[in-house]
């Protein structure tokens, strides 16, 4: 491969590496889901449910529609006498789905976590009766629920030592410090256990050092992203020692796994900016995909990738004030080709069996060709695998009249233009 890459050529590298360049399969089964959350590594879990939870996504852009409770077996399955989960919940991203088999992996930052809010002067340490109580109800009972906790901690306080507050903040540092982890979830709520309650042995017992540990995870990134600067690998997964990164780097250039690239338009203060490809990583002719993505997607969860990348400026607008919102509550970015044409609000509306477009946007320079048609299909496949049964396309954006008339879809005001509440 070349080792200068045209803007175009680096995003489909990249799309490539994320697994937008092969052929959806006909009926999406468990060994296709395997195979993309292997090729991500850690699968960003997000609780907003206004038109899909944020996990479900991923595997959607890449195989079409696929049947929703095949992932929650994979990913949500508790740990039984019988069998082992083959993934768990930790700050990998943000909270992320992993394989169970990378707890090791993660050692450093769950010290880190310790060192950071478990010492002296801590919550943590002002608070040694509640954990106690927490870590003893986890023993004896577990796993739980928060809530399976708090029903009890009213009987069991001998003084004024917790709330609810007091239980779950203690449920998430012991999370965090590698002592207790999810082990499924009940709804969307979590279930906690203690560690050995969940992950077998040879993965706790299994000793990683930091650097071992940082030199793996930015390997994995440069593959996963297929090119990449040092701060693309650094943010895949939220590694803020920079040092440590760059020596990373520089023994996997010597390995030969990665190789350094110019990426033309990739430039700070009129210079190139350095990067790196996988070895591996292919150059596709083209990229045949129309989709909807998650914002917390890898191809656009680092907000100055994107822009660097796709020229695309995403901030999520969940908590500006609706009169304040540029495009939309929770707009999905939508991908065509090598490139992001738009912005989505989507909302599913259950009741009505309707996929509800809040609001429609091109980005700069793309309301050309066939886009229209292609963002329509991609809004039909989704409302589709989301079982609804019609679209409404409000009249807010200015892509909204566009793919409207292509679905010959009913229209809606938005609502804050109605004054209520824009979801």
Do not use: C
């Not at 259950?350 to 292609?374: I, N, P």
Request: glycine letters at 8%.
């Amino acid at each position: 491969m070349k080792d200068v890459l045209s803007a175009s050529e680096a995003r489909r590298v990249a799309l490539a590496a994320q697994g937008f360049a092969r052929p959806r399969p006909a009926a999406p089964g468990p060994r296709h889901l395997r195979g993309e959350l292997a090729r991500m590594g850690v699968l960003q879990i997000d609780s907003v449910n206004v038109f899909s939870r944020s996990h479900y996504l991923p595997l959607f852009s890449r195989l079409g529609a696929y049947e929703r409770d095949r992932l929650d077996r994979l990913v949500l399955r508790p740990r039984t006498r019988r069998s082992t989960p083959e993934y768990v919940e930790y700050l990998a991203h943000e909270a992320t789905f992993l394989p169970l088999s990378d707890w090791p992996l993660w050692r450093f930052r769950m010290d880190a976590m310790r060192a950071r809010h478990g010492g002296a002067g801590s919550w943590f340490a002002a608070n040694a009766g509640t954990v106690a109580w927490v870590r003893s109800e986890l023993a004896s009972r577990g796993p739980l629920r928060p809530a399976e906790i708090e029903r009890d901690a009213e009987t069991a306080r001998r003084g004024p030592w917790w709330g609810w507050d007091d239980v779950k903040r203690a449920l998430e540092l012991l999370w965090r410090f590698g002592e207790v982890a999810i082990a499924g979830r009940s709804g969307f709520e979590r279930r906690y256990a203690l560690a050995d309650q969940v992950v077998p042995a040879e993965h706790r017992e299994r000793e990683v050092g930091a650097d071992e540990a940082v030199r793996e995870l930015v390997r994995r990134a440069a593959r996963a992203y297929g090119v990449a600067t040092a701060a693309d690998l650094a943010d895949y997964h939220r590694l803020r020692d920079r040092r440590a990164v760059l020596a990373a780097v520089a023994d996997l250039v010597d390995d030969g796994e990665i190789v350094p690239v110019t990426v033309r338009g990739w430039e700070r203060a009129g210079r190139p900016i350095p990067a790196w490809r996988h070895r591996d990583a292919a150059l596709p002719r083209r990229i045949d995909r129309a989709t909807v993505l998650t914002p917390f997607d890898p191809v656009v969860w680092f907000r100055d990738r994107a822009e660097r990348m796709f020229g695309f400026d995403y901030r999520i607008e969940i908590y500006t004030p609706a009169a304040q919102r540029r495009f939309g509550y929770y707009s999905l970015p939508l991908l065509v080709g090598e490139r992001i044409v738009g912005r989505f609000d989507l909302k599913a509306d259950r009741a009505a069996s309707s996929l509800l477009v809040q609001s429609a946007w091109w980005e700069r320079g793309a309301a050309a060709g066939d886009v229209a048609e292609r963002a329509a299909g991609a809004l039909l496949e989704a409302a589709s695998w989301q079982g609804l049964e019609t679209i409404s396309v409000s009249r807010w954006g200015d892509a909204a009249d566009d793919v409207a008339h292509v679905l010959g879809a009913s229209r809606h005001a938005h609502p804050r233009v109605l004054g209520g509440a824009p979801h």
